[in-house]
């Protein structure tokens, strides 16, 4: 039998963020009937409830099962305690992006109101160094010229090489996070190929299969999908971008065809992100953390700065240079710090949902 070593910082932190007061829990697994996700052996959110409860940091922060979840509220909802399993399993996952993250104190910076200026004021002052090197205020001419005040070299280099070194190191969380996962369930593997596994996962992945388990909230499935693909179109332009900045095609008109569909990925974002603001803010049952809405918030500002800098072109005023610089900082915070925000949830989920399959888990 395993022997239970309680983390008191753990259960503390856990009721701070989830807002929930996890002794009041008496185990009566009301959240495990109303829940899709149990199974006859598989007492979900129970389980983990408890395990709360006592402190168990290490079998909770490696556990899959907590990614599984799409956020019904259905078991805070029948919860006779008011106990919030749907709290507590958000603040499990926020608790292992901290944990794993390369480095995790950004994730700290992320979490806390009074210091996520610093990861604003990061890249606005390396952006600003190399403004200041490439005497770029003094470009700041009509009429507005966002190559010249900042070339094409410069910016695809410094993005690409810090977006690079991010994702190399939200590789090592994520590789650090399985590792902890298969100590802490000595799991086994599966006979099934990894690698059909892998696309299966992927596959599900991409039509959210997950959020189609929940009956409550179907409107999560319909905004993370409309985020997720409008994220996608905006990649794929990006990469068009930079081939037409190659063949001296650029800037695009904003009647050229992929303009237009990258306005479109924008504008799908921000219905995504609306929907799932306004849902939020309605559900007052739901503790939502300022780790929750950070998120939320700079991705809506990065696409309105987007829209802002585009339409300041081709009115052609003075303080799209403005603009352009706050989105590039925006764009700074949600794509090159993504291991640290709510945004690496897509990666661990797909991550979590292909150890479950790949594993047999003892439950
Ligand atoms: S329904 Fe509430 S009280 Fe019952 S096991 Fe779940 S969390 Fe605990
Ligand atoms: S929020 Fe829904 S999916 Fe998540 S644990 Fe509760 S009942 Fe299950």
């Known amino acids: 039998m395993k022997k239970v070593n309680p983390d008191i910082d753990f259960i503390r932190k856990v009721k701070k963020e989830s807002g929930s007061d996890l002794k009041n829990c008496m185990q009566c697994g009301n959240c ?11 007492v979900f959110p129970r389980k983990q409830m408890i395990m709360a409860g006592w402190g168990m940091k290490n079998e909770l922060i490696s ?3 907590i990614w599984q979840c799409h956020q019904c509220g259905d078991c805070s909802k029948y919860c006779p305690r008011d106990v919030k399993p749907l709290d507590v399993m958000s603040s499990l996952r926020s608790q292992c992006i901290e944990y794993f ?3 995790g104190i950004l994730v700290k910076w992320m979490k806390k109101p009074s210091l996520t200026f610093l990861t604003l004021i990061i890249p606005a002052l390396i952006i600003l160094v190399v403004l200041w090197a490439n005497k770029s ?3 700041m001419q009509l009429p507005v010229n966002y190559s010249a005040f900042l070339p094409h070299i410069l910016l695809n280099s410094i993005f690409t090489g810090f977006t690079l070194i991010s994702f190399f190191l939200l590789f090592l969380s994520v590789k650090n996070y399985t590792k902890h996962f298969k100590k802490e369930f000595r799991v086994q593997k599966n006979e099934i190929s990894s690698y059909k596994l892998f696309i299966e996962t992927l596959i599900d992945f991409l039509k959210h299969k997950n959020f189609s388990n929940c009956t409550t909230n179907q409107y999560r499935k319909t905004a993370h999908l409309m985020i997720f693909y409008g994220f ?15 063949i001296g095609d650029y800037p695009l008109n904003y009647y050229h065809p992929i303009k237009i569909i990258g306005n479109l990925g924008g504008l799908s974002i921000l219905c995504g992100i609306v929907i799932l603001l306004v849902k939020r803010l309605n559900k007052k049952d739901i503790n939502s953390s300022f780790f929750d809405y950070s998120f939320l918030v700079s991705v809506f500002l990065l696409v309105i700065t987007g829209y802002v800098t585009e339409i ?13 610089f706050i989105h590039l900082v925006l764009m700074w915070y949600v794509v090159i710090f993504l291991p640290y925000t709510k945004f690496a949830h897509f990666i661990y989920r797909l991550n979590a949902i292909f150890l479950i399959r790949k594993y047999k888990i003892n439950d």
Do not use: M, Q
């Open 32 to 42: 495990t009937v109303v829940c899709s996700l149990a199974g006859e052996n598989h």
């Open 63 to 65: 556990d899959p099962y």
């Open 101 to 103: 993250a390369v480095p």
């Open 137 to 139: 205020f003094d470009k």
């Open 232 to 246: 996608t179109t905006l990649i794929l332009l990006t990469i068009y971008a930079i081939y037409a900045v190659k």
């Open 312 to 324: 300041l072109r081709f009115s052609n005023h003075i303080s799209g240079y403005h603009w352009y």
